[in-house]
């Protein structure tokens, strides 16, 4: 019996549960570049270009290995538009009565395997380390679920940085060492350029002619778009850049959109690295001195931690998490997010970076975009889609809980235990935006305020009943009470007008 074996744009790894649960010489693999998959959000076109483009060579390579692929590519004139679609198609074409799927990382193609009419089995994604039953039994009886935790688990079950059963260097958590401000200068060469081969020019014509409307910039073009030249970028990033990723991972210049990142979320995200063998380099590398320890255990927490914490979170709680927003905000996104003018350089030069790269590093997402969305009062679910859709390494199981929880705050604390805000004065320690900006960071009202400054404190007085009993934000309102009741009215009275301004469509 001929079965179908679908391959997903991000599961673009040859040890895949269901490529290893097939009969190579009987069943045959369907990939398709689809309508519905490229659209649901409107995707970066540097996006849509490297998923279809490693596609491609991903089934090539299939195909060179003896497979039988069934592949569909999107301006073919018999595409279906859906997942769905083309395996009711190749399924007739084929005679095939049975699918076997890896289950998919979102809700919404898990629903729609389901739904279809013929029986597909939907393998378990044990490219991951924790399975949703090893997630549950962790979280099961926890009034509180909290990553350092569950990132210590996963250092005991993988061995990655353990001295017997005690964490290397005797502290499990070296992140208070990750917070050095920007350095005045950058000596890594920033993320390898792949020069675009024919199978992506023709993908970059393709998405040129399709999605030359979406927001972000085609070209150039020079991700890497199989494995071989995401193991290259990878081995660069470990010779020139892990070093001092762990000092400066936090830090921003306005003109050094990756400083010592490596963008190896791309790769890992879709498939063409695998996480731990990842992890396993980076612990070499510490191992040989060619990186200190706070540097390689930063990079293994984001990603045997935050990465693998994130899924967990996200099947947890279900398909209505993307609809969570308990603080019951509802502005619209405001049209600087799509590249609108603004008057705030932090702002501009986090989505003109986005713009281009189809990237911006975490705390640009989180600091900077995410807390102005957040102190703005912008419905998270709109954030959510943008988050989704402008980002190359985004899919919903890491997205989602990353934006509706860690950075909205819109999961009433299920994955942090306190919204990640802040005034202009972070921003200002952490880079050098604040020298290049309209606004003055140390004016706090008047003419030229800072709008986080304005912002944060609105934010703070909005939710007081919410947050004031949290032990970690006391402070906050300690200070926000000693103000003179006087410049309180002033400060929210500003921050009212300047959301005014911006609902407007004034650029602000």
């Known amino acids: 019996m001929v079965r179908l074996v679908l391959v997903l744009g991000d599961q673009l790894t040859q040890t895949l549960s269901a490529l290893r649960e097939a009969d190579r010489e009987n069943d045959v693999v369907v990939m398709a570049e689809v309508g519905s998959e490229a659209t649901y959000v ?10 279809f483009a490693a596609m491609r060579k991903f089934a090539a390579r299939l195909e060179g290995d003896g497979w039988t692929v069934a592949y569909t590519k999107l301006d073919d004139p018999e595409n279906a538009g859906s ?4 395996l009711l198609r190749r399924a007739e ?5 049975e699918v076997i799927a890896t289950e998919p990382g979102e809700w919404r193609l898990i629903h729609a395997l389901e739904e279809l009419p013929i029986p597909v089995r939907q393998l378990s994604d044990d490219r991951f380390l924790a399975s949703h039953a090893d997630f549950e039994a962790w979280a099961e009886g926890r009034k509180s679920l909290r990553m350092e935790y569950f990132y210590r688990e996963m250092r005991r079950r993988t061995g990655l940085l353990m001295e017997g059963d005690e964490p290397a260097g005797g502290k499990w958590n070296f992140d208070h060492e990750n917070r050095k401000p920007a350095p005045d200068d950058v000596d890594f060469s920033g993320p390898m350029s792949f020069t675009p081969d024919e199978t992506v020019e023709e993908v970059l014509d393709l998405v040129e002619r399709r999605f030359g409307n979406n927001f972000g910039r085609l070209r150039p073009f020079d991700f890497a ?12 990033w470990l010779k020139g850049g892990l070093a001092k990723f762990g000092d400066y991972q936090d830090a921003m210049l306005t003109d050094e959109p990756y400083l010592y990142h490596g963008l190896i979320s791309f790769y890992m995200n879709a498939g063409l690295l695998d996480p731990l063998e990842v992890c396993r380099k980076v612990e070499q590398a510490w191992k040989e001195g060619l990186a200190p320890i706070n540097a390689a255990e930063g990079f293994i927490r984001q990603i045997i931690g935050w990465r693998e914490f994130m899924r967990g979170i996200y099947f947890l709680q279900g398909p209505d998490y993307t609809s969570r927003n308990i603080l019951r905000h509802d502005r619209s996104l405001p049209g600087m997010y799509w590249g609108d003018e603004t008057k705030m350089h932090c702002i501009g030069t986090a989505v003109a970076n986005t713009r281009d790269h189809a990237y911006a590093h975490h705390i640009q997402r989180l600091m900077i975009t995410g807390n102005f969305a957040l102190i703005a009062q912008v419905d998270p679910a709109e954030v959510h889609e943008w988050y989704l859709a402008v980002y190359a390494d985004a899919y919903e199981w890491v997205e989602a809980p990353n934006v509706i929880g ?5 999961d009433g604390g299920i994955v942090g235990s306190k919204p990640y805000v802040s005034s202009g004065s ?8 604040c020298k290049s900006c309209h ?6 009202t008047g003419e030229g305020a800072c709008p986080f400054n304005l912002l944060y404190w609105h934010f703070l007085d909005r939710h007081r009943q919410r947050f004031e009993g949290n032990g970690r934000m006391a402070q906050m309102y300690r200070t926000w009470d000693r103000m003179d009741a006087e410049k309180r009215r002033t400060v929210l009275r500003e921050a009212e007008e300047f959301l005014d301004r911006m609902d407007r469509g004034e650029r602000v």
């Open 406 to 410: 860690m950075s909205q705050f819109a």
């Open 42 to 51: 409107p995707h970066h076109p540097k996006k849509i270009a490297f998923l």
């Open 426 to 433: 972070y921003i200002d320690r952490m880079s050098d935006y």
């Open 225 to 236: 778009t199989d494995e071989g030249q995401a193991r290259r970028q990878l081995a660069h």
């Open 83 to 86: 997942i769905p679609g083309e």
């Open 93 to 97: 074409a084929h005679g095939a009565e």
């Open 439 to 444: 606004y003055d960071v140390k004016t706090k």
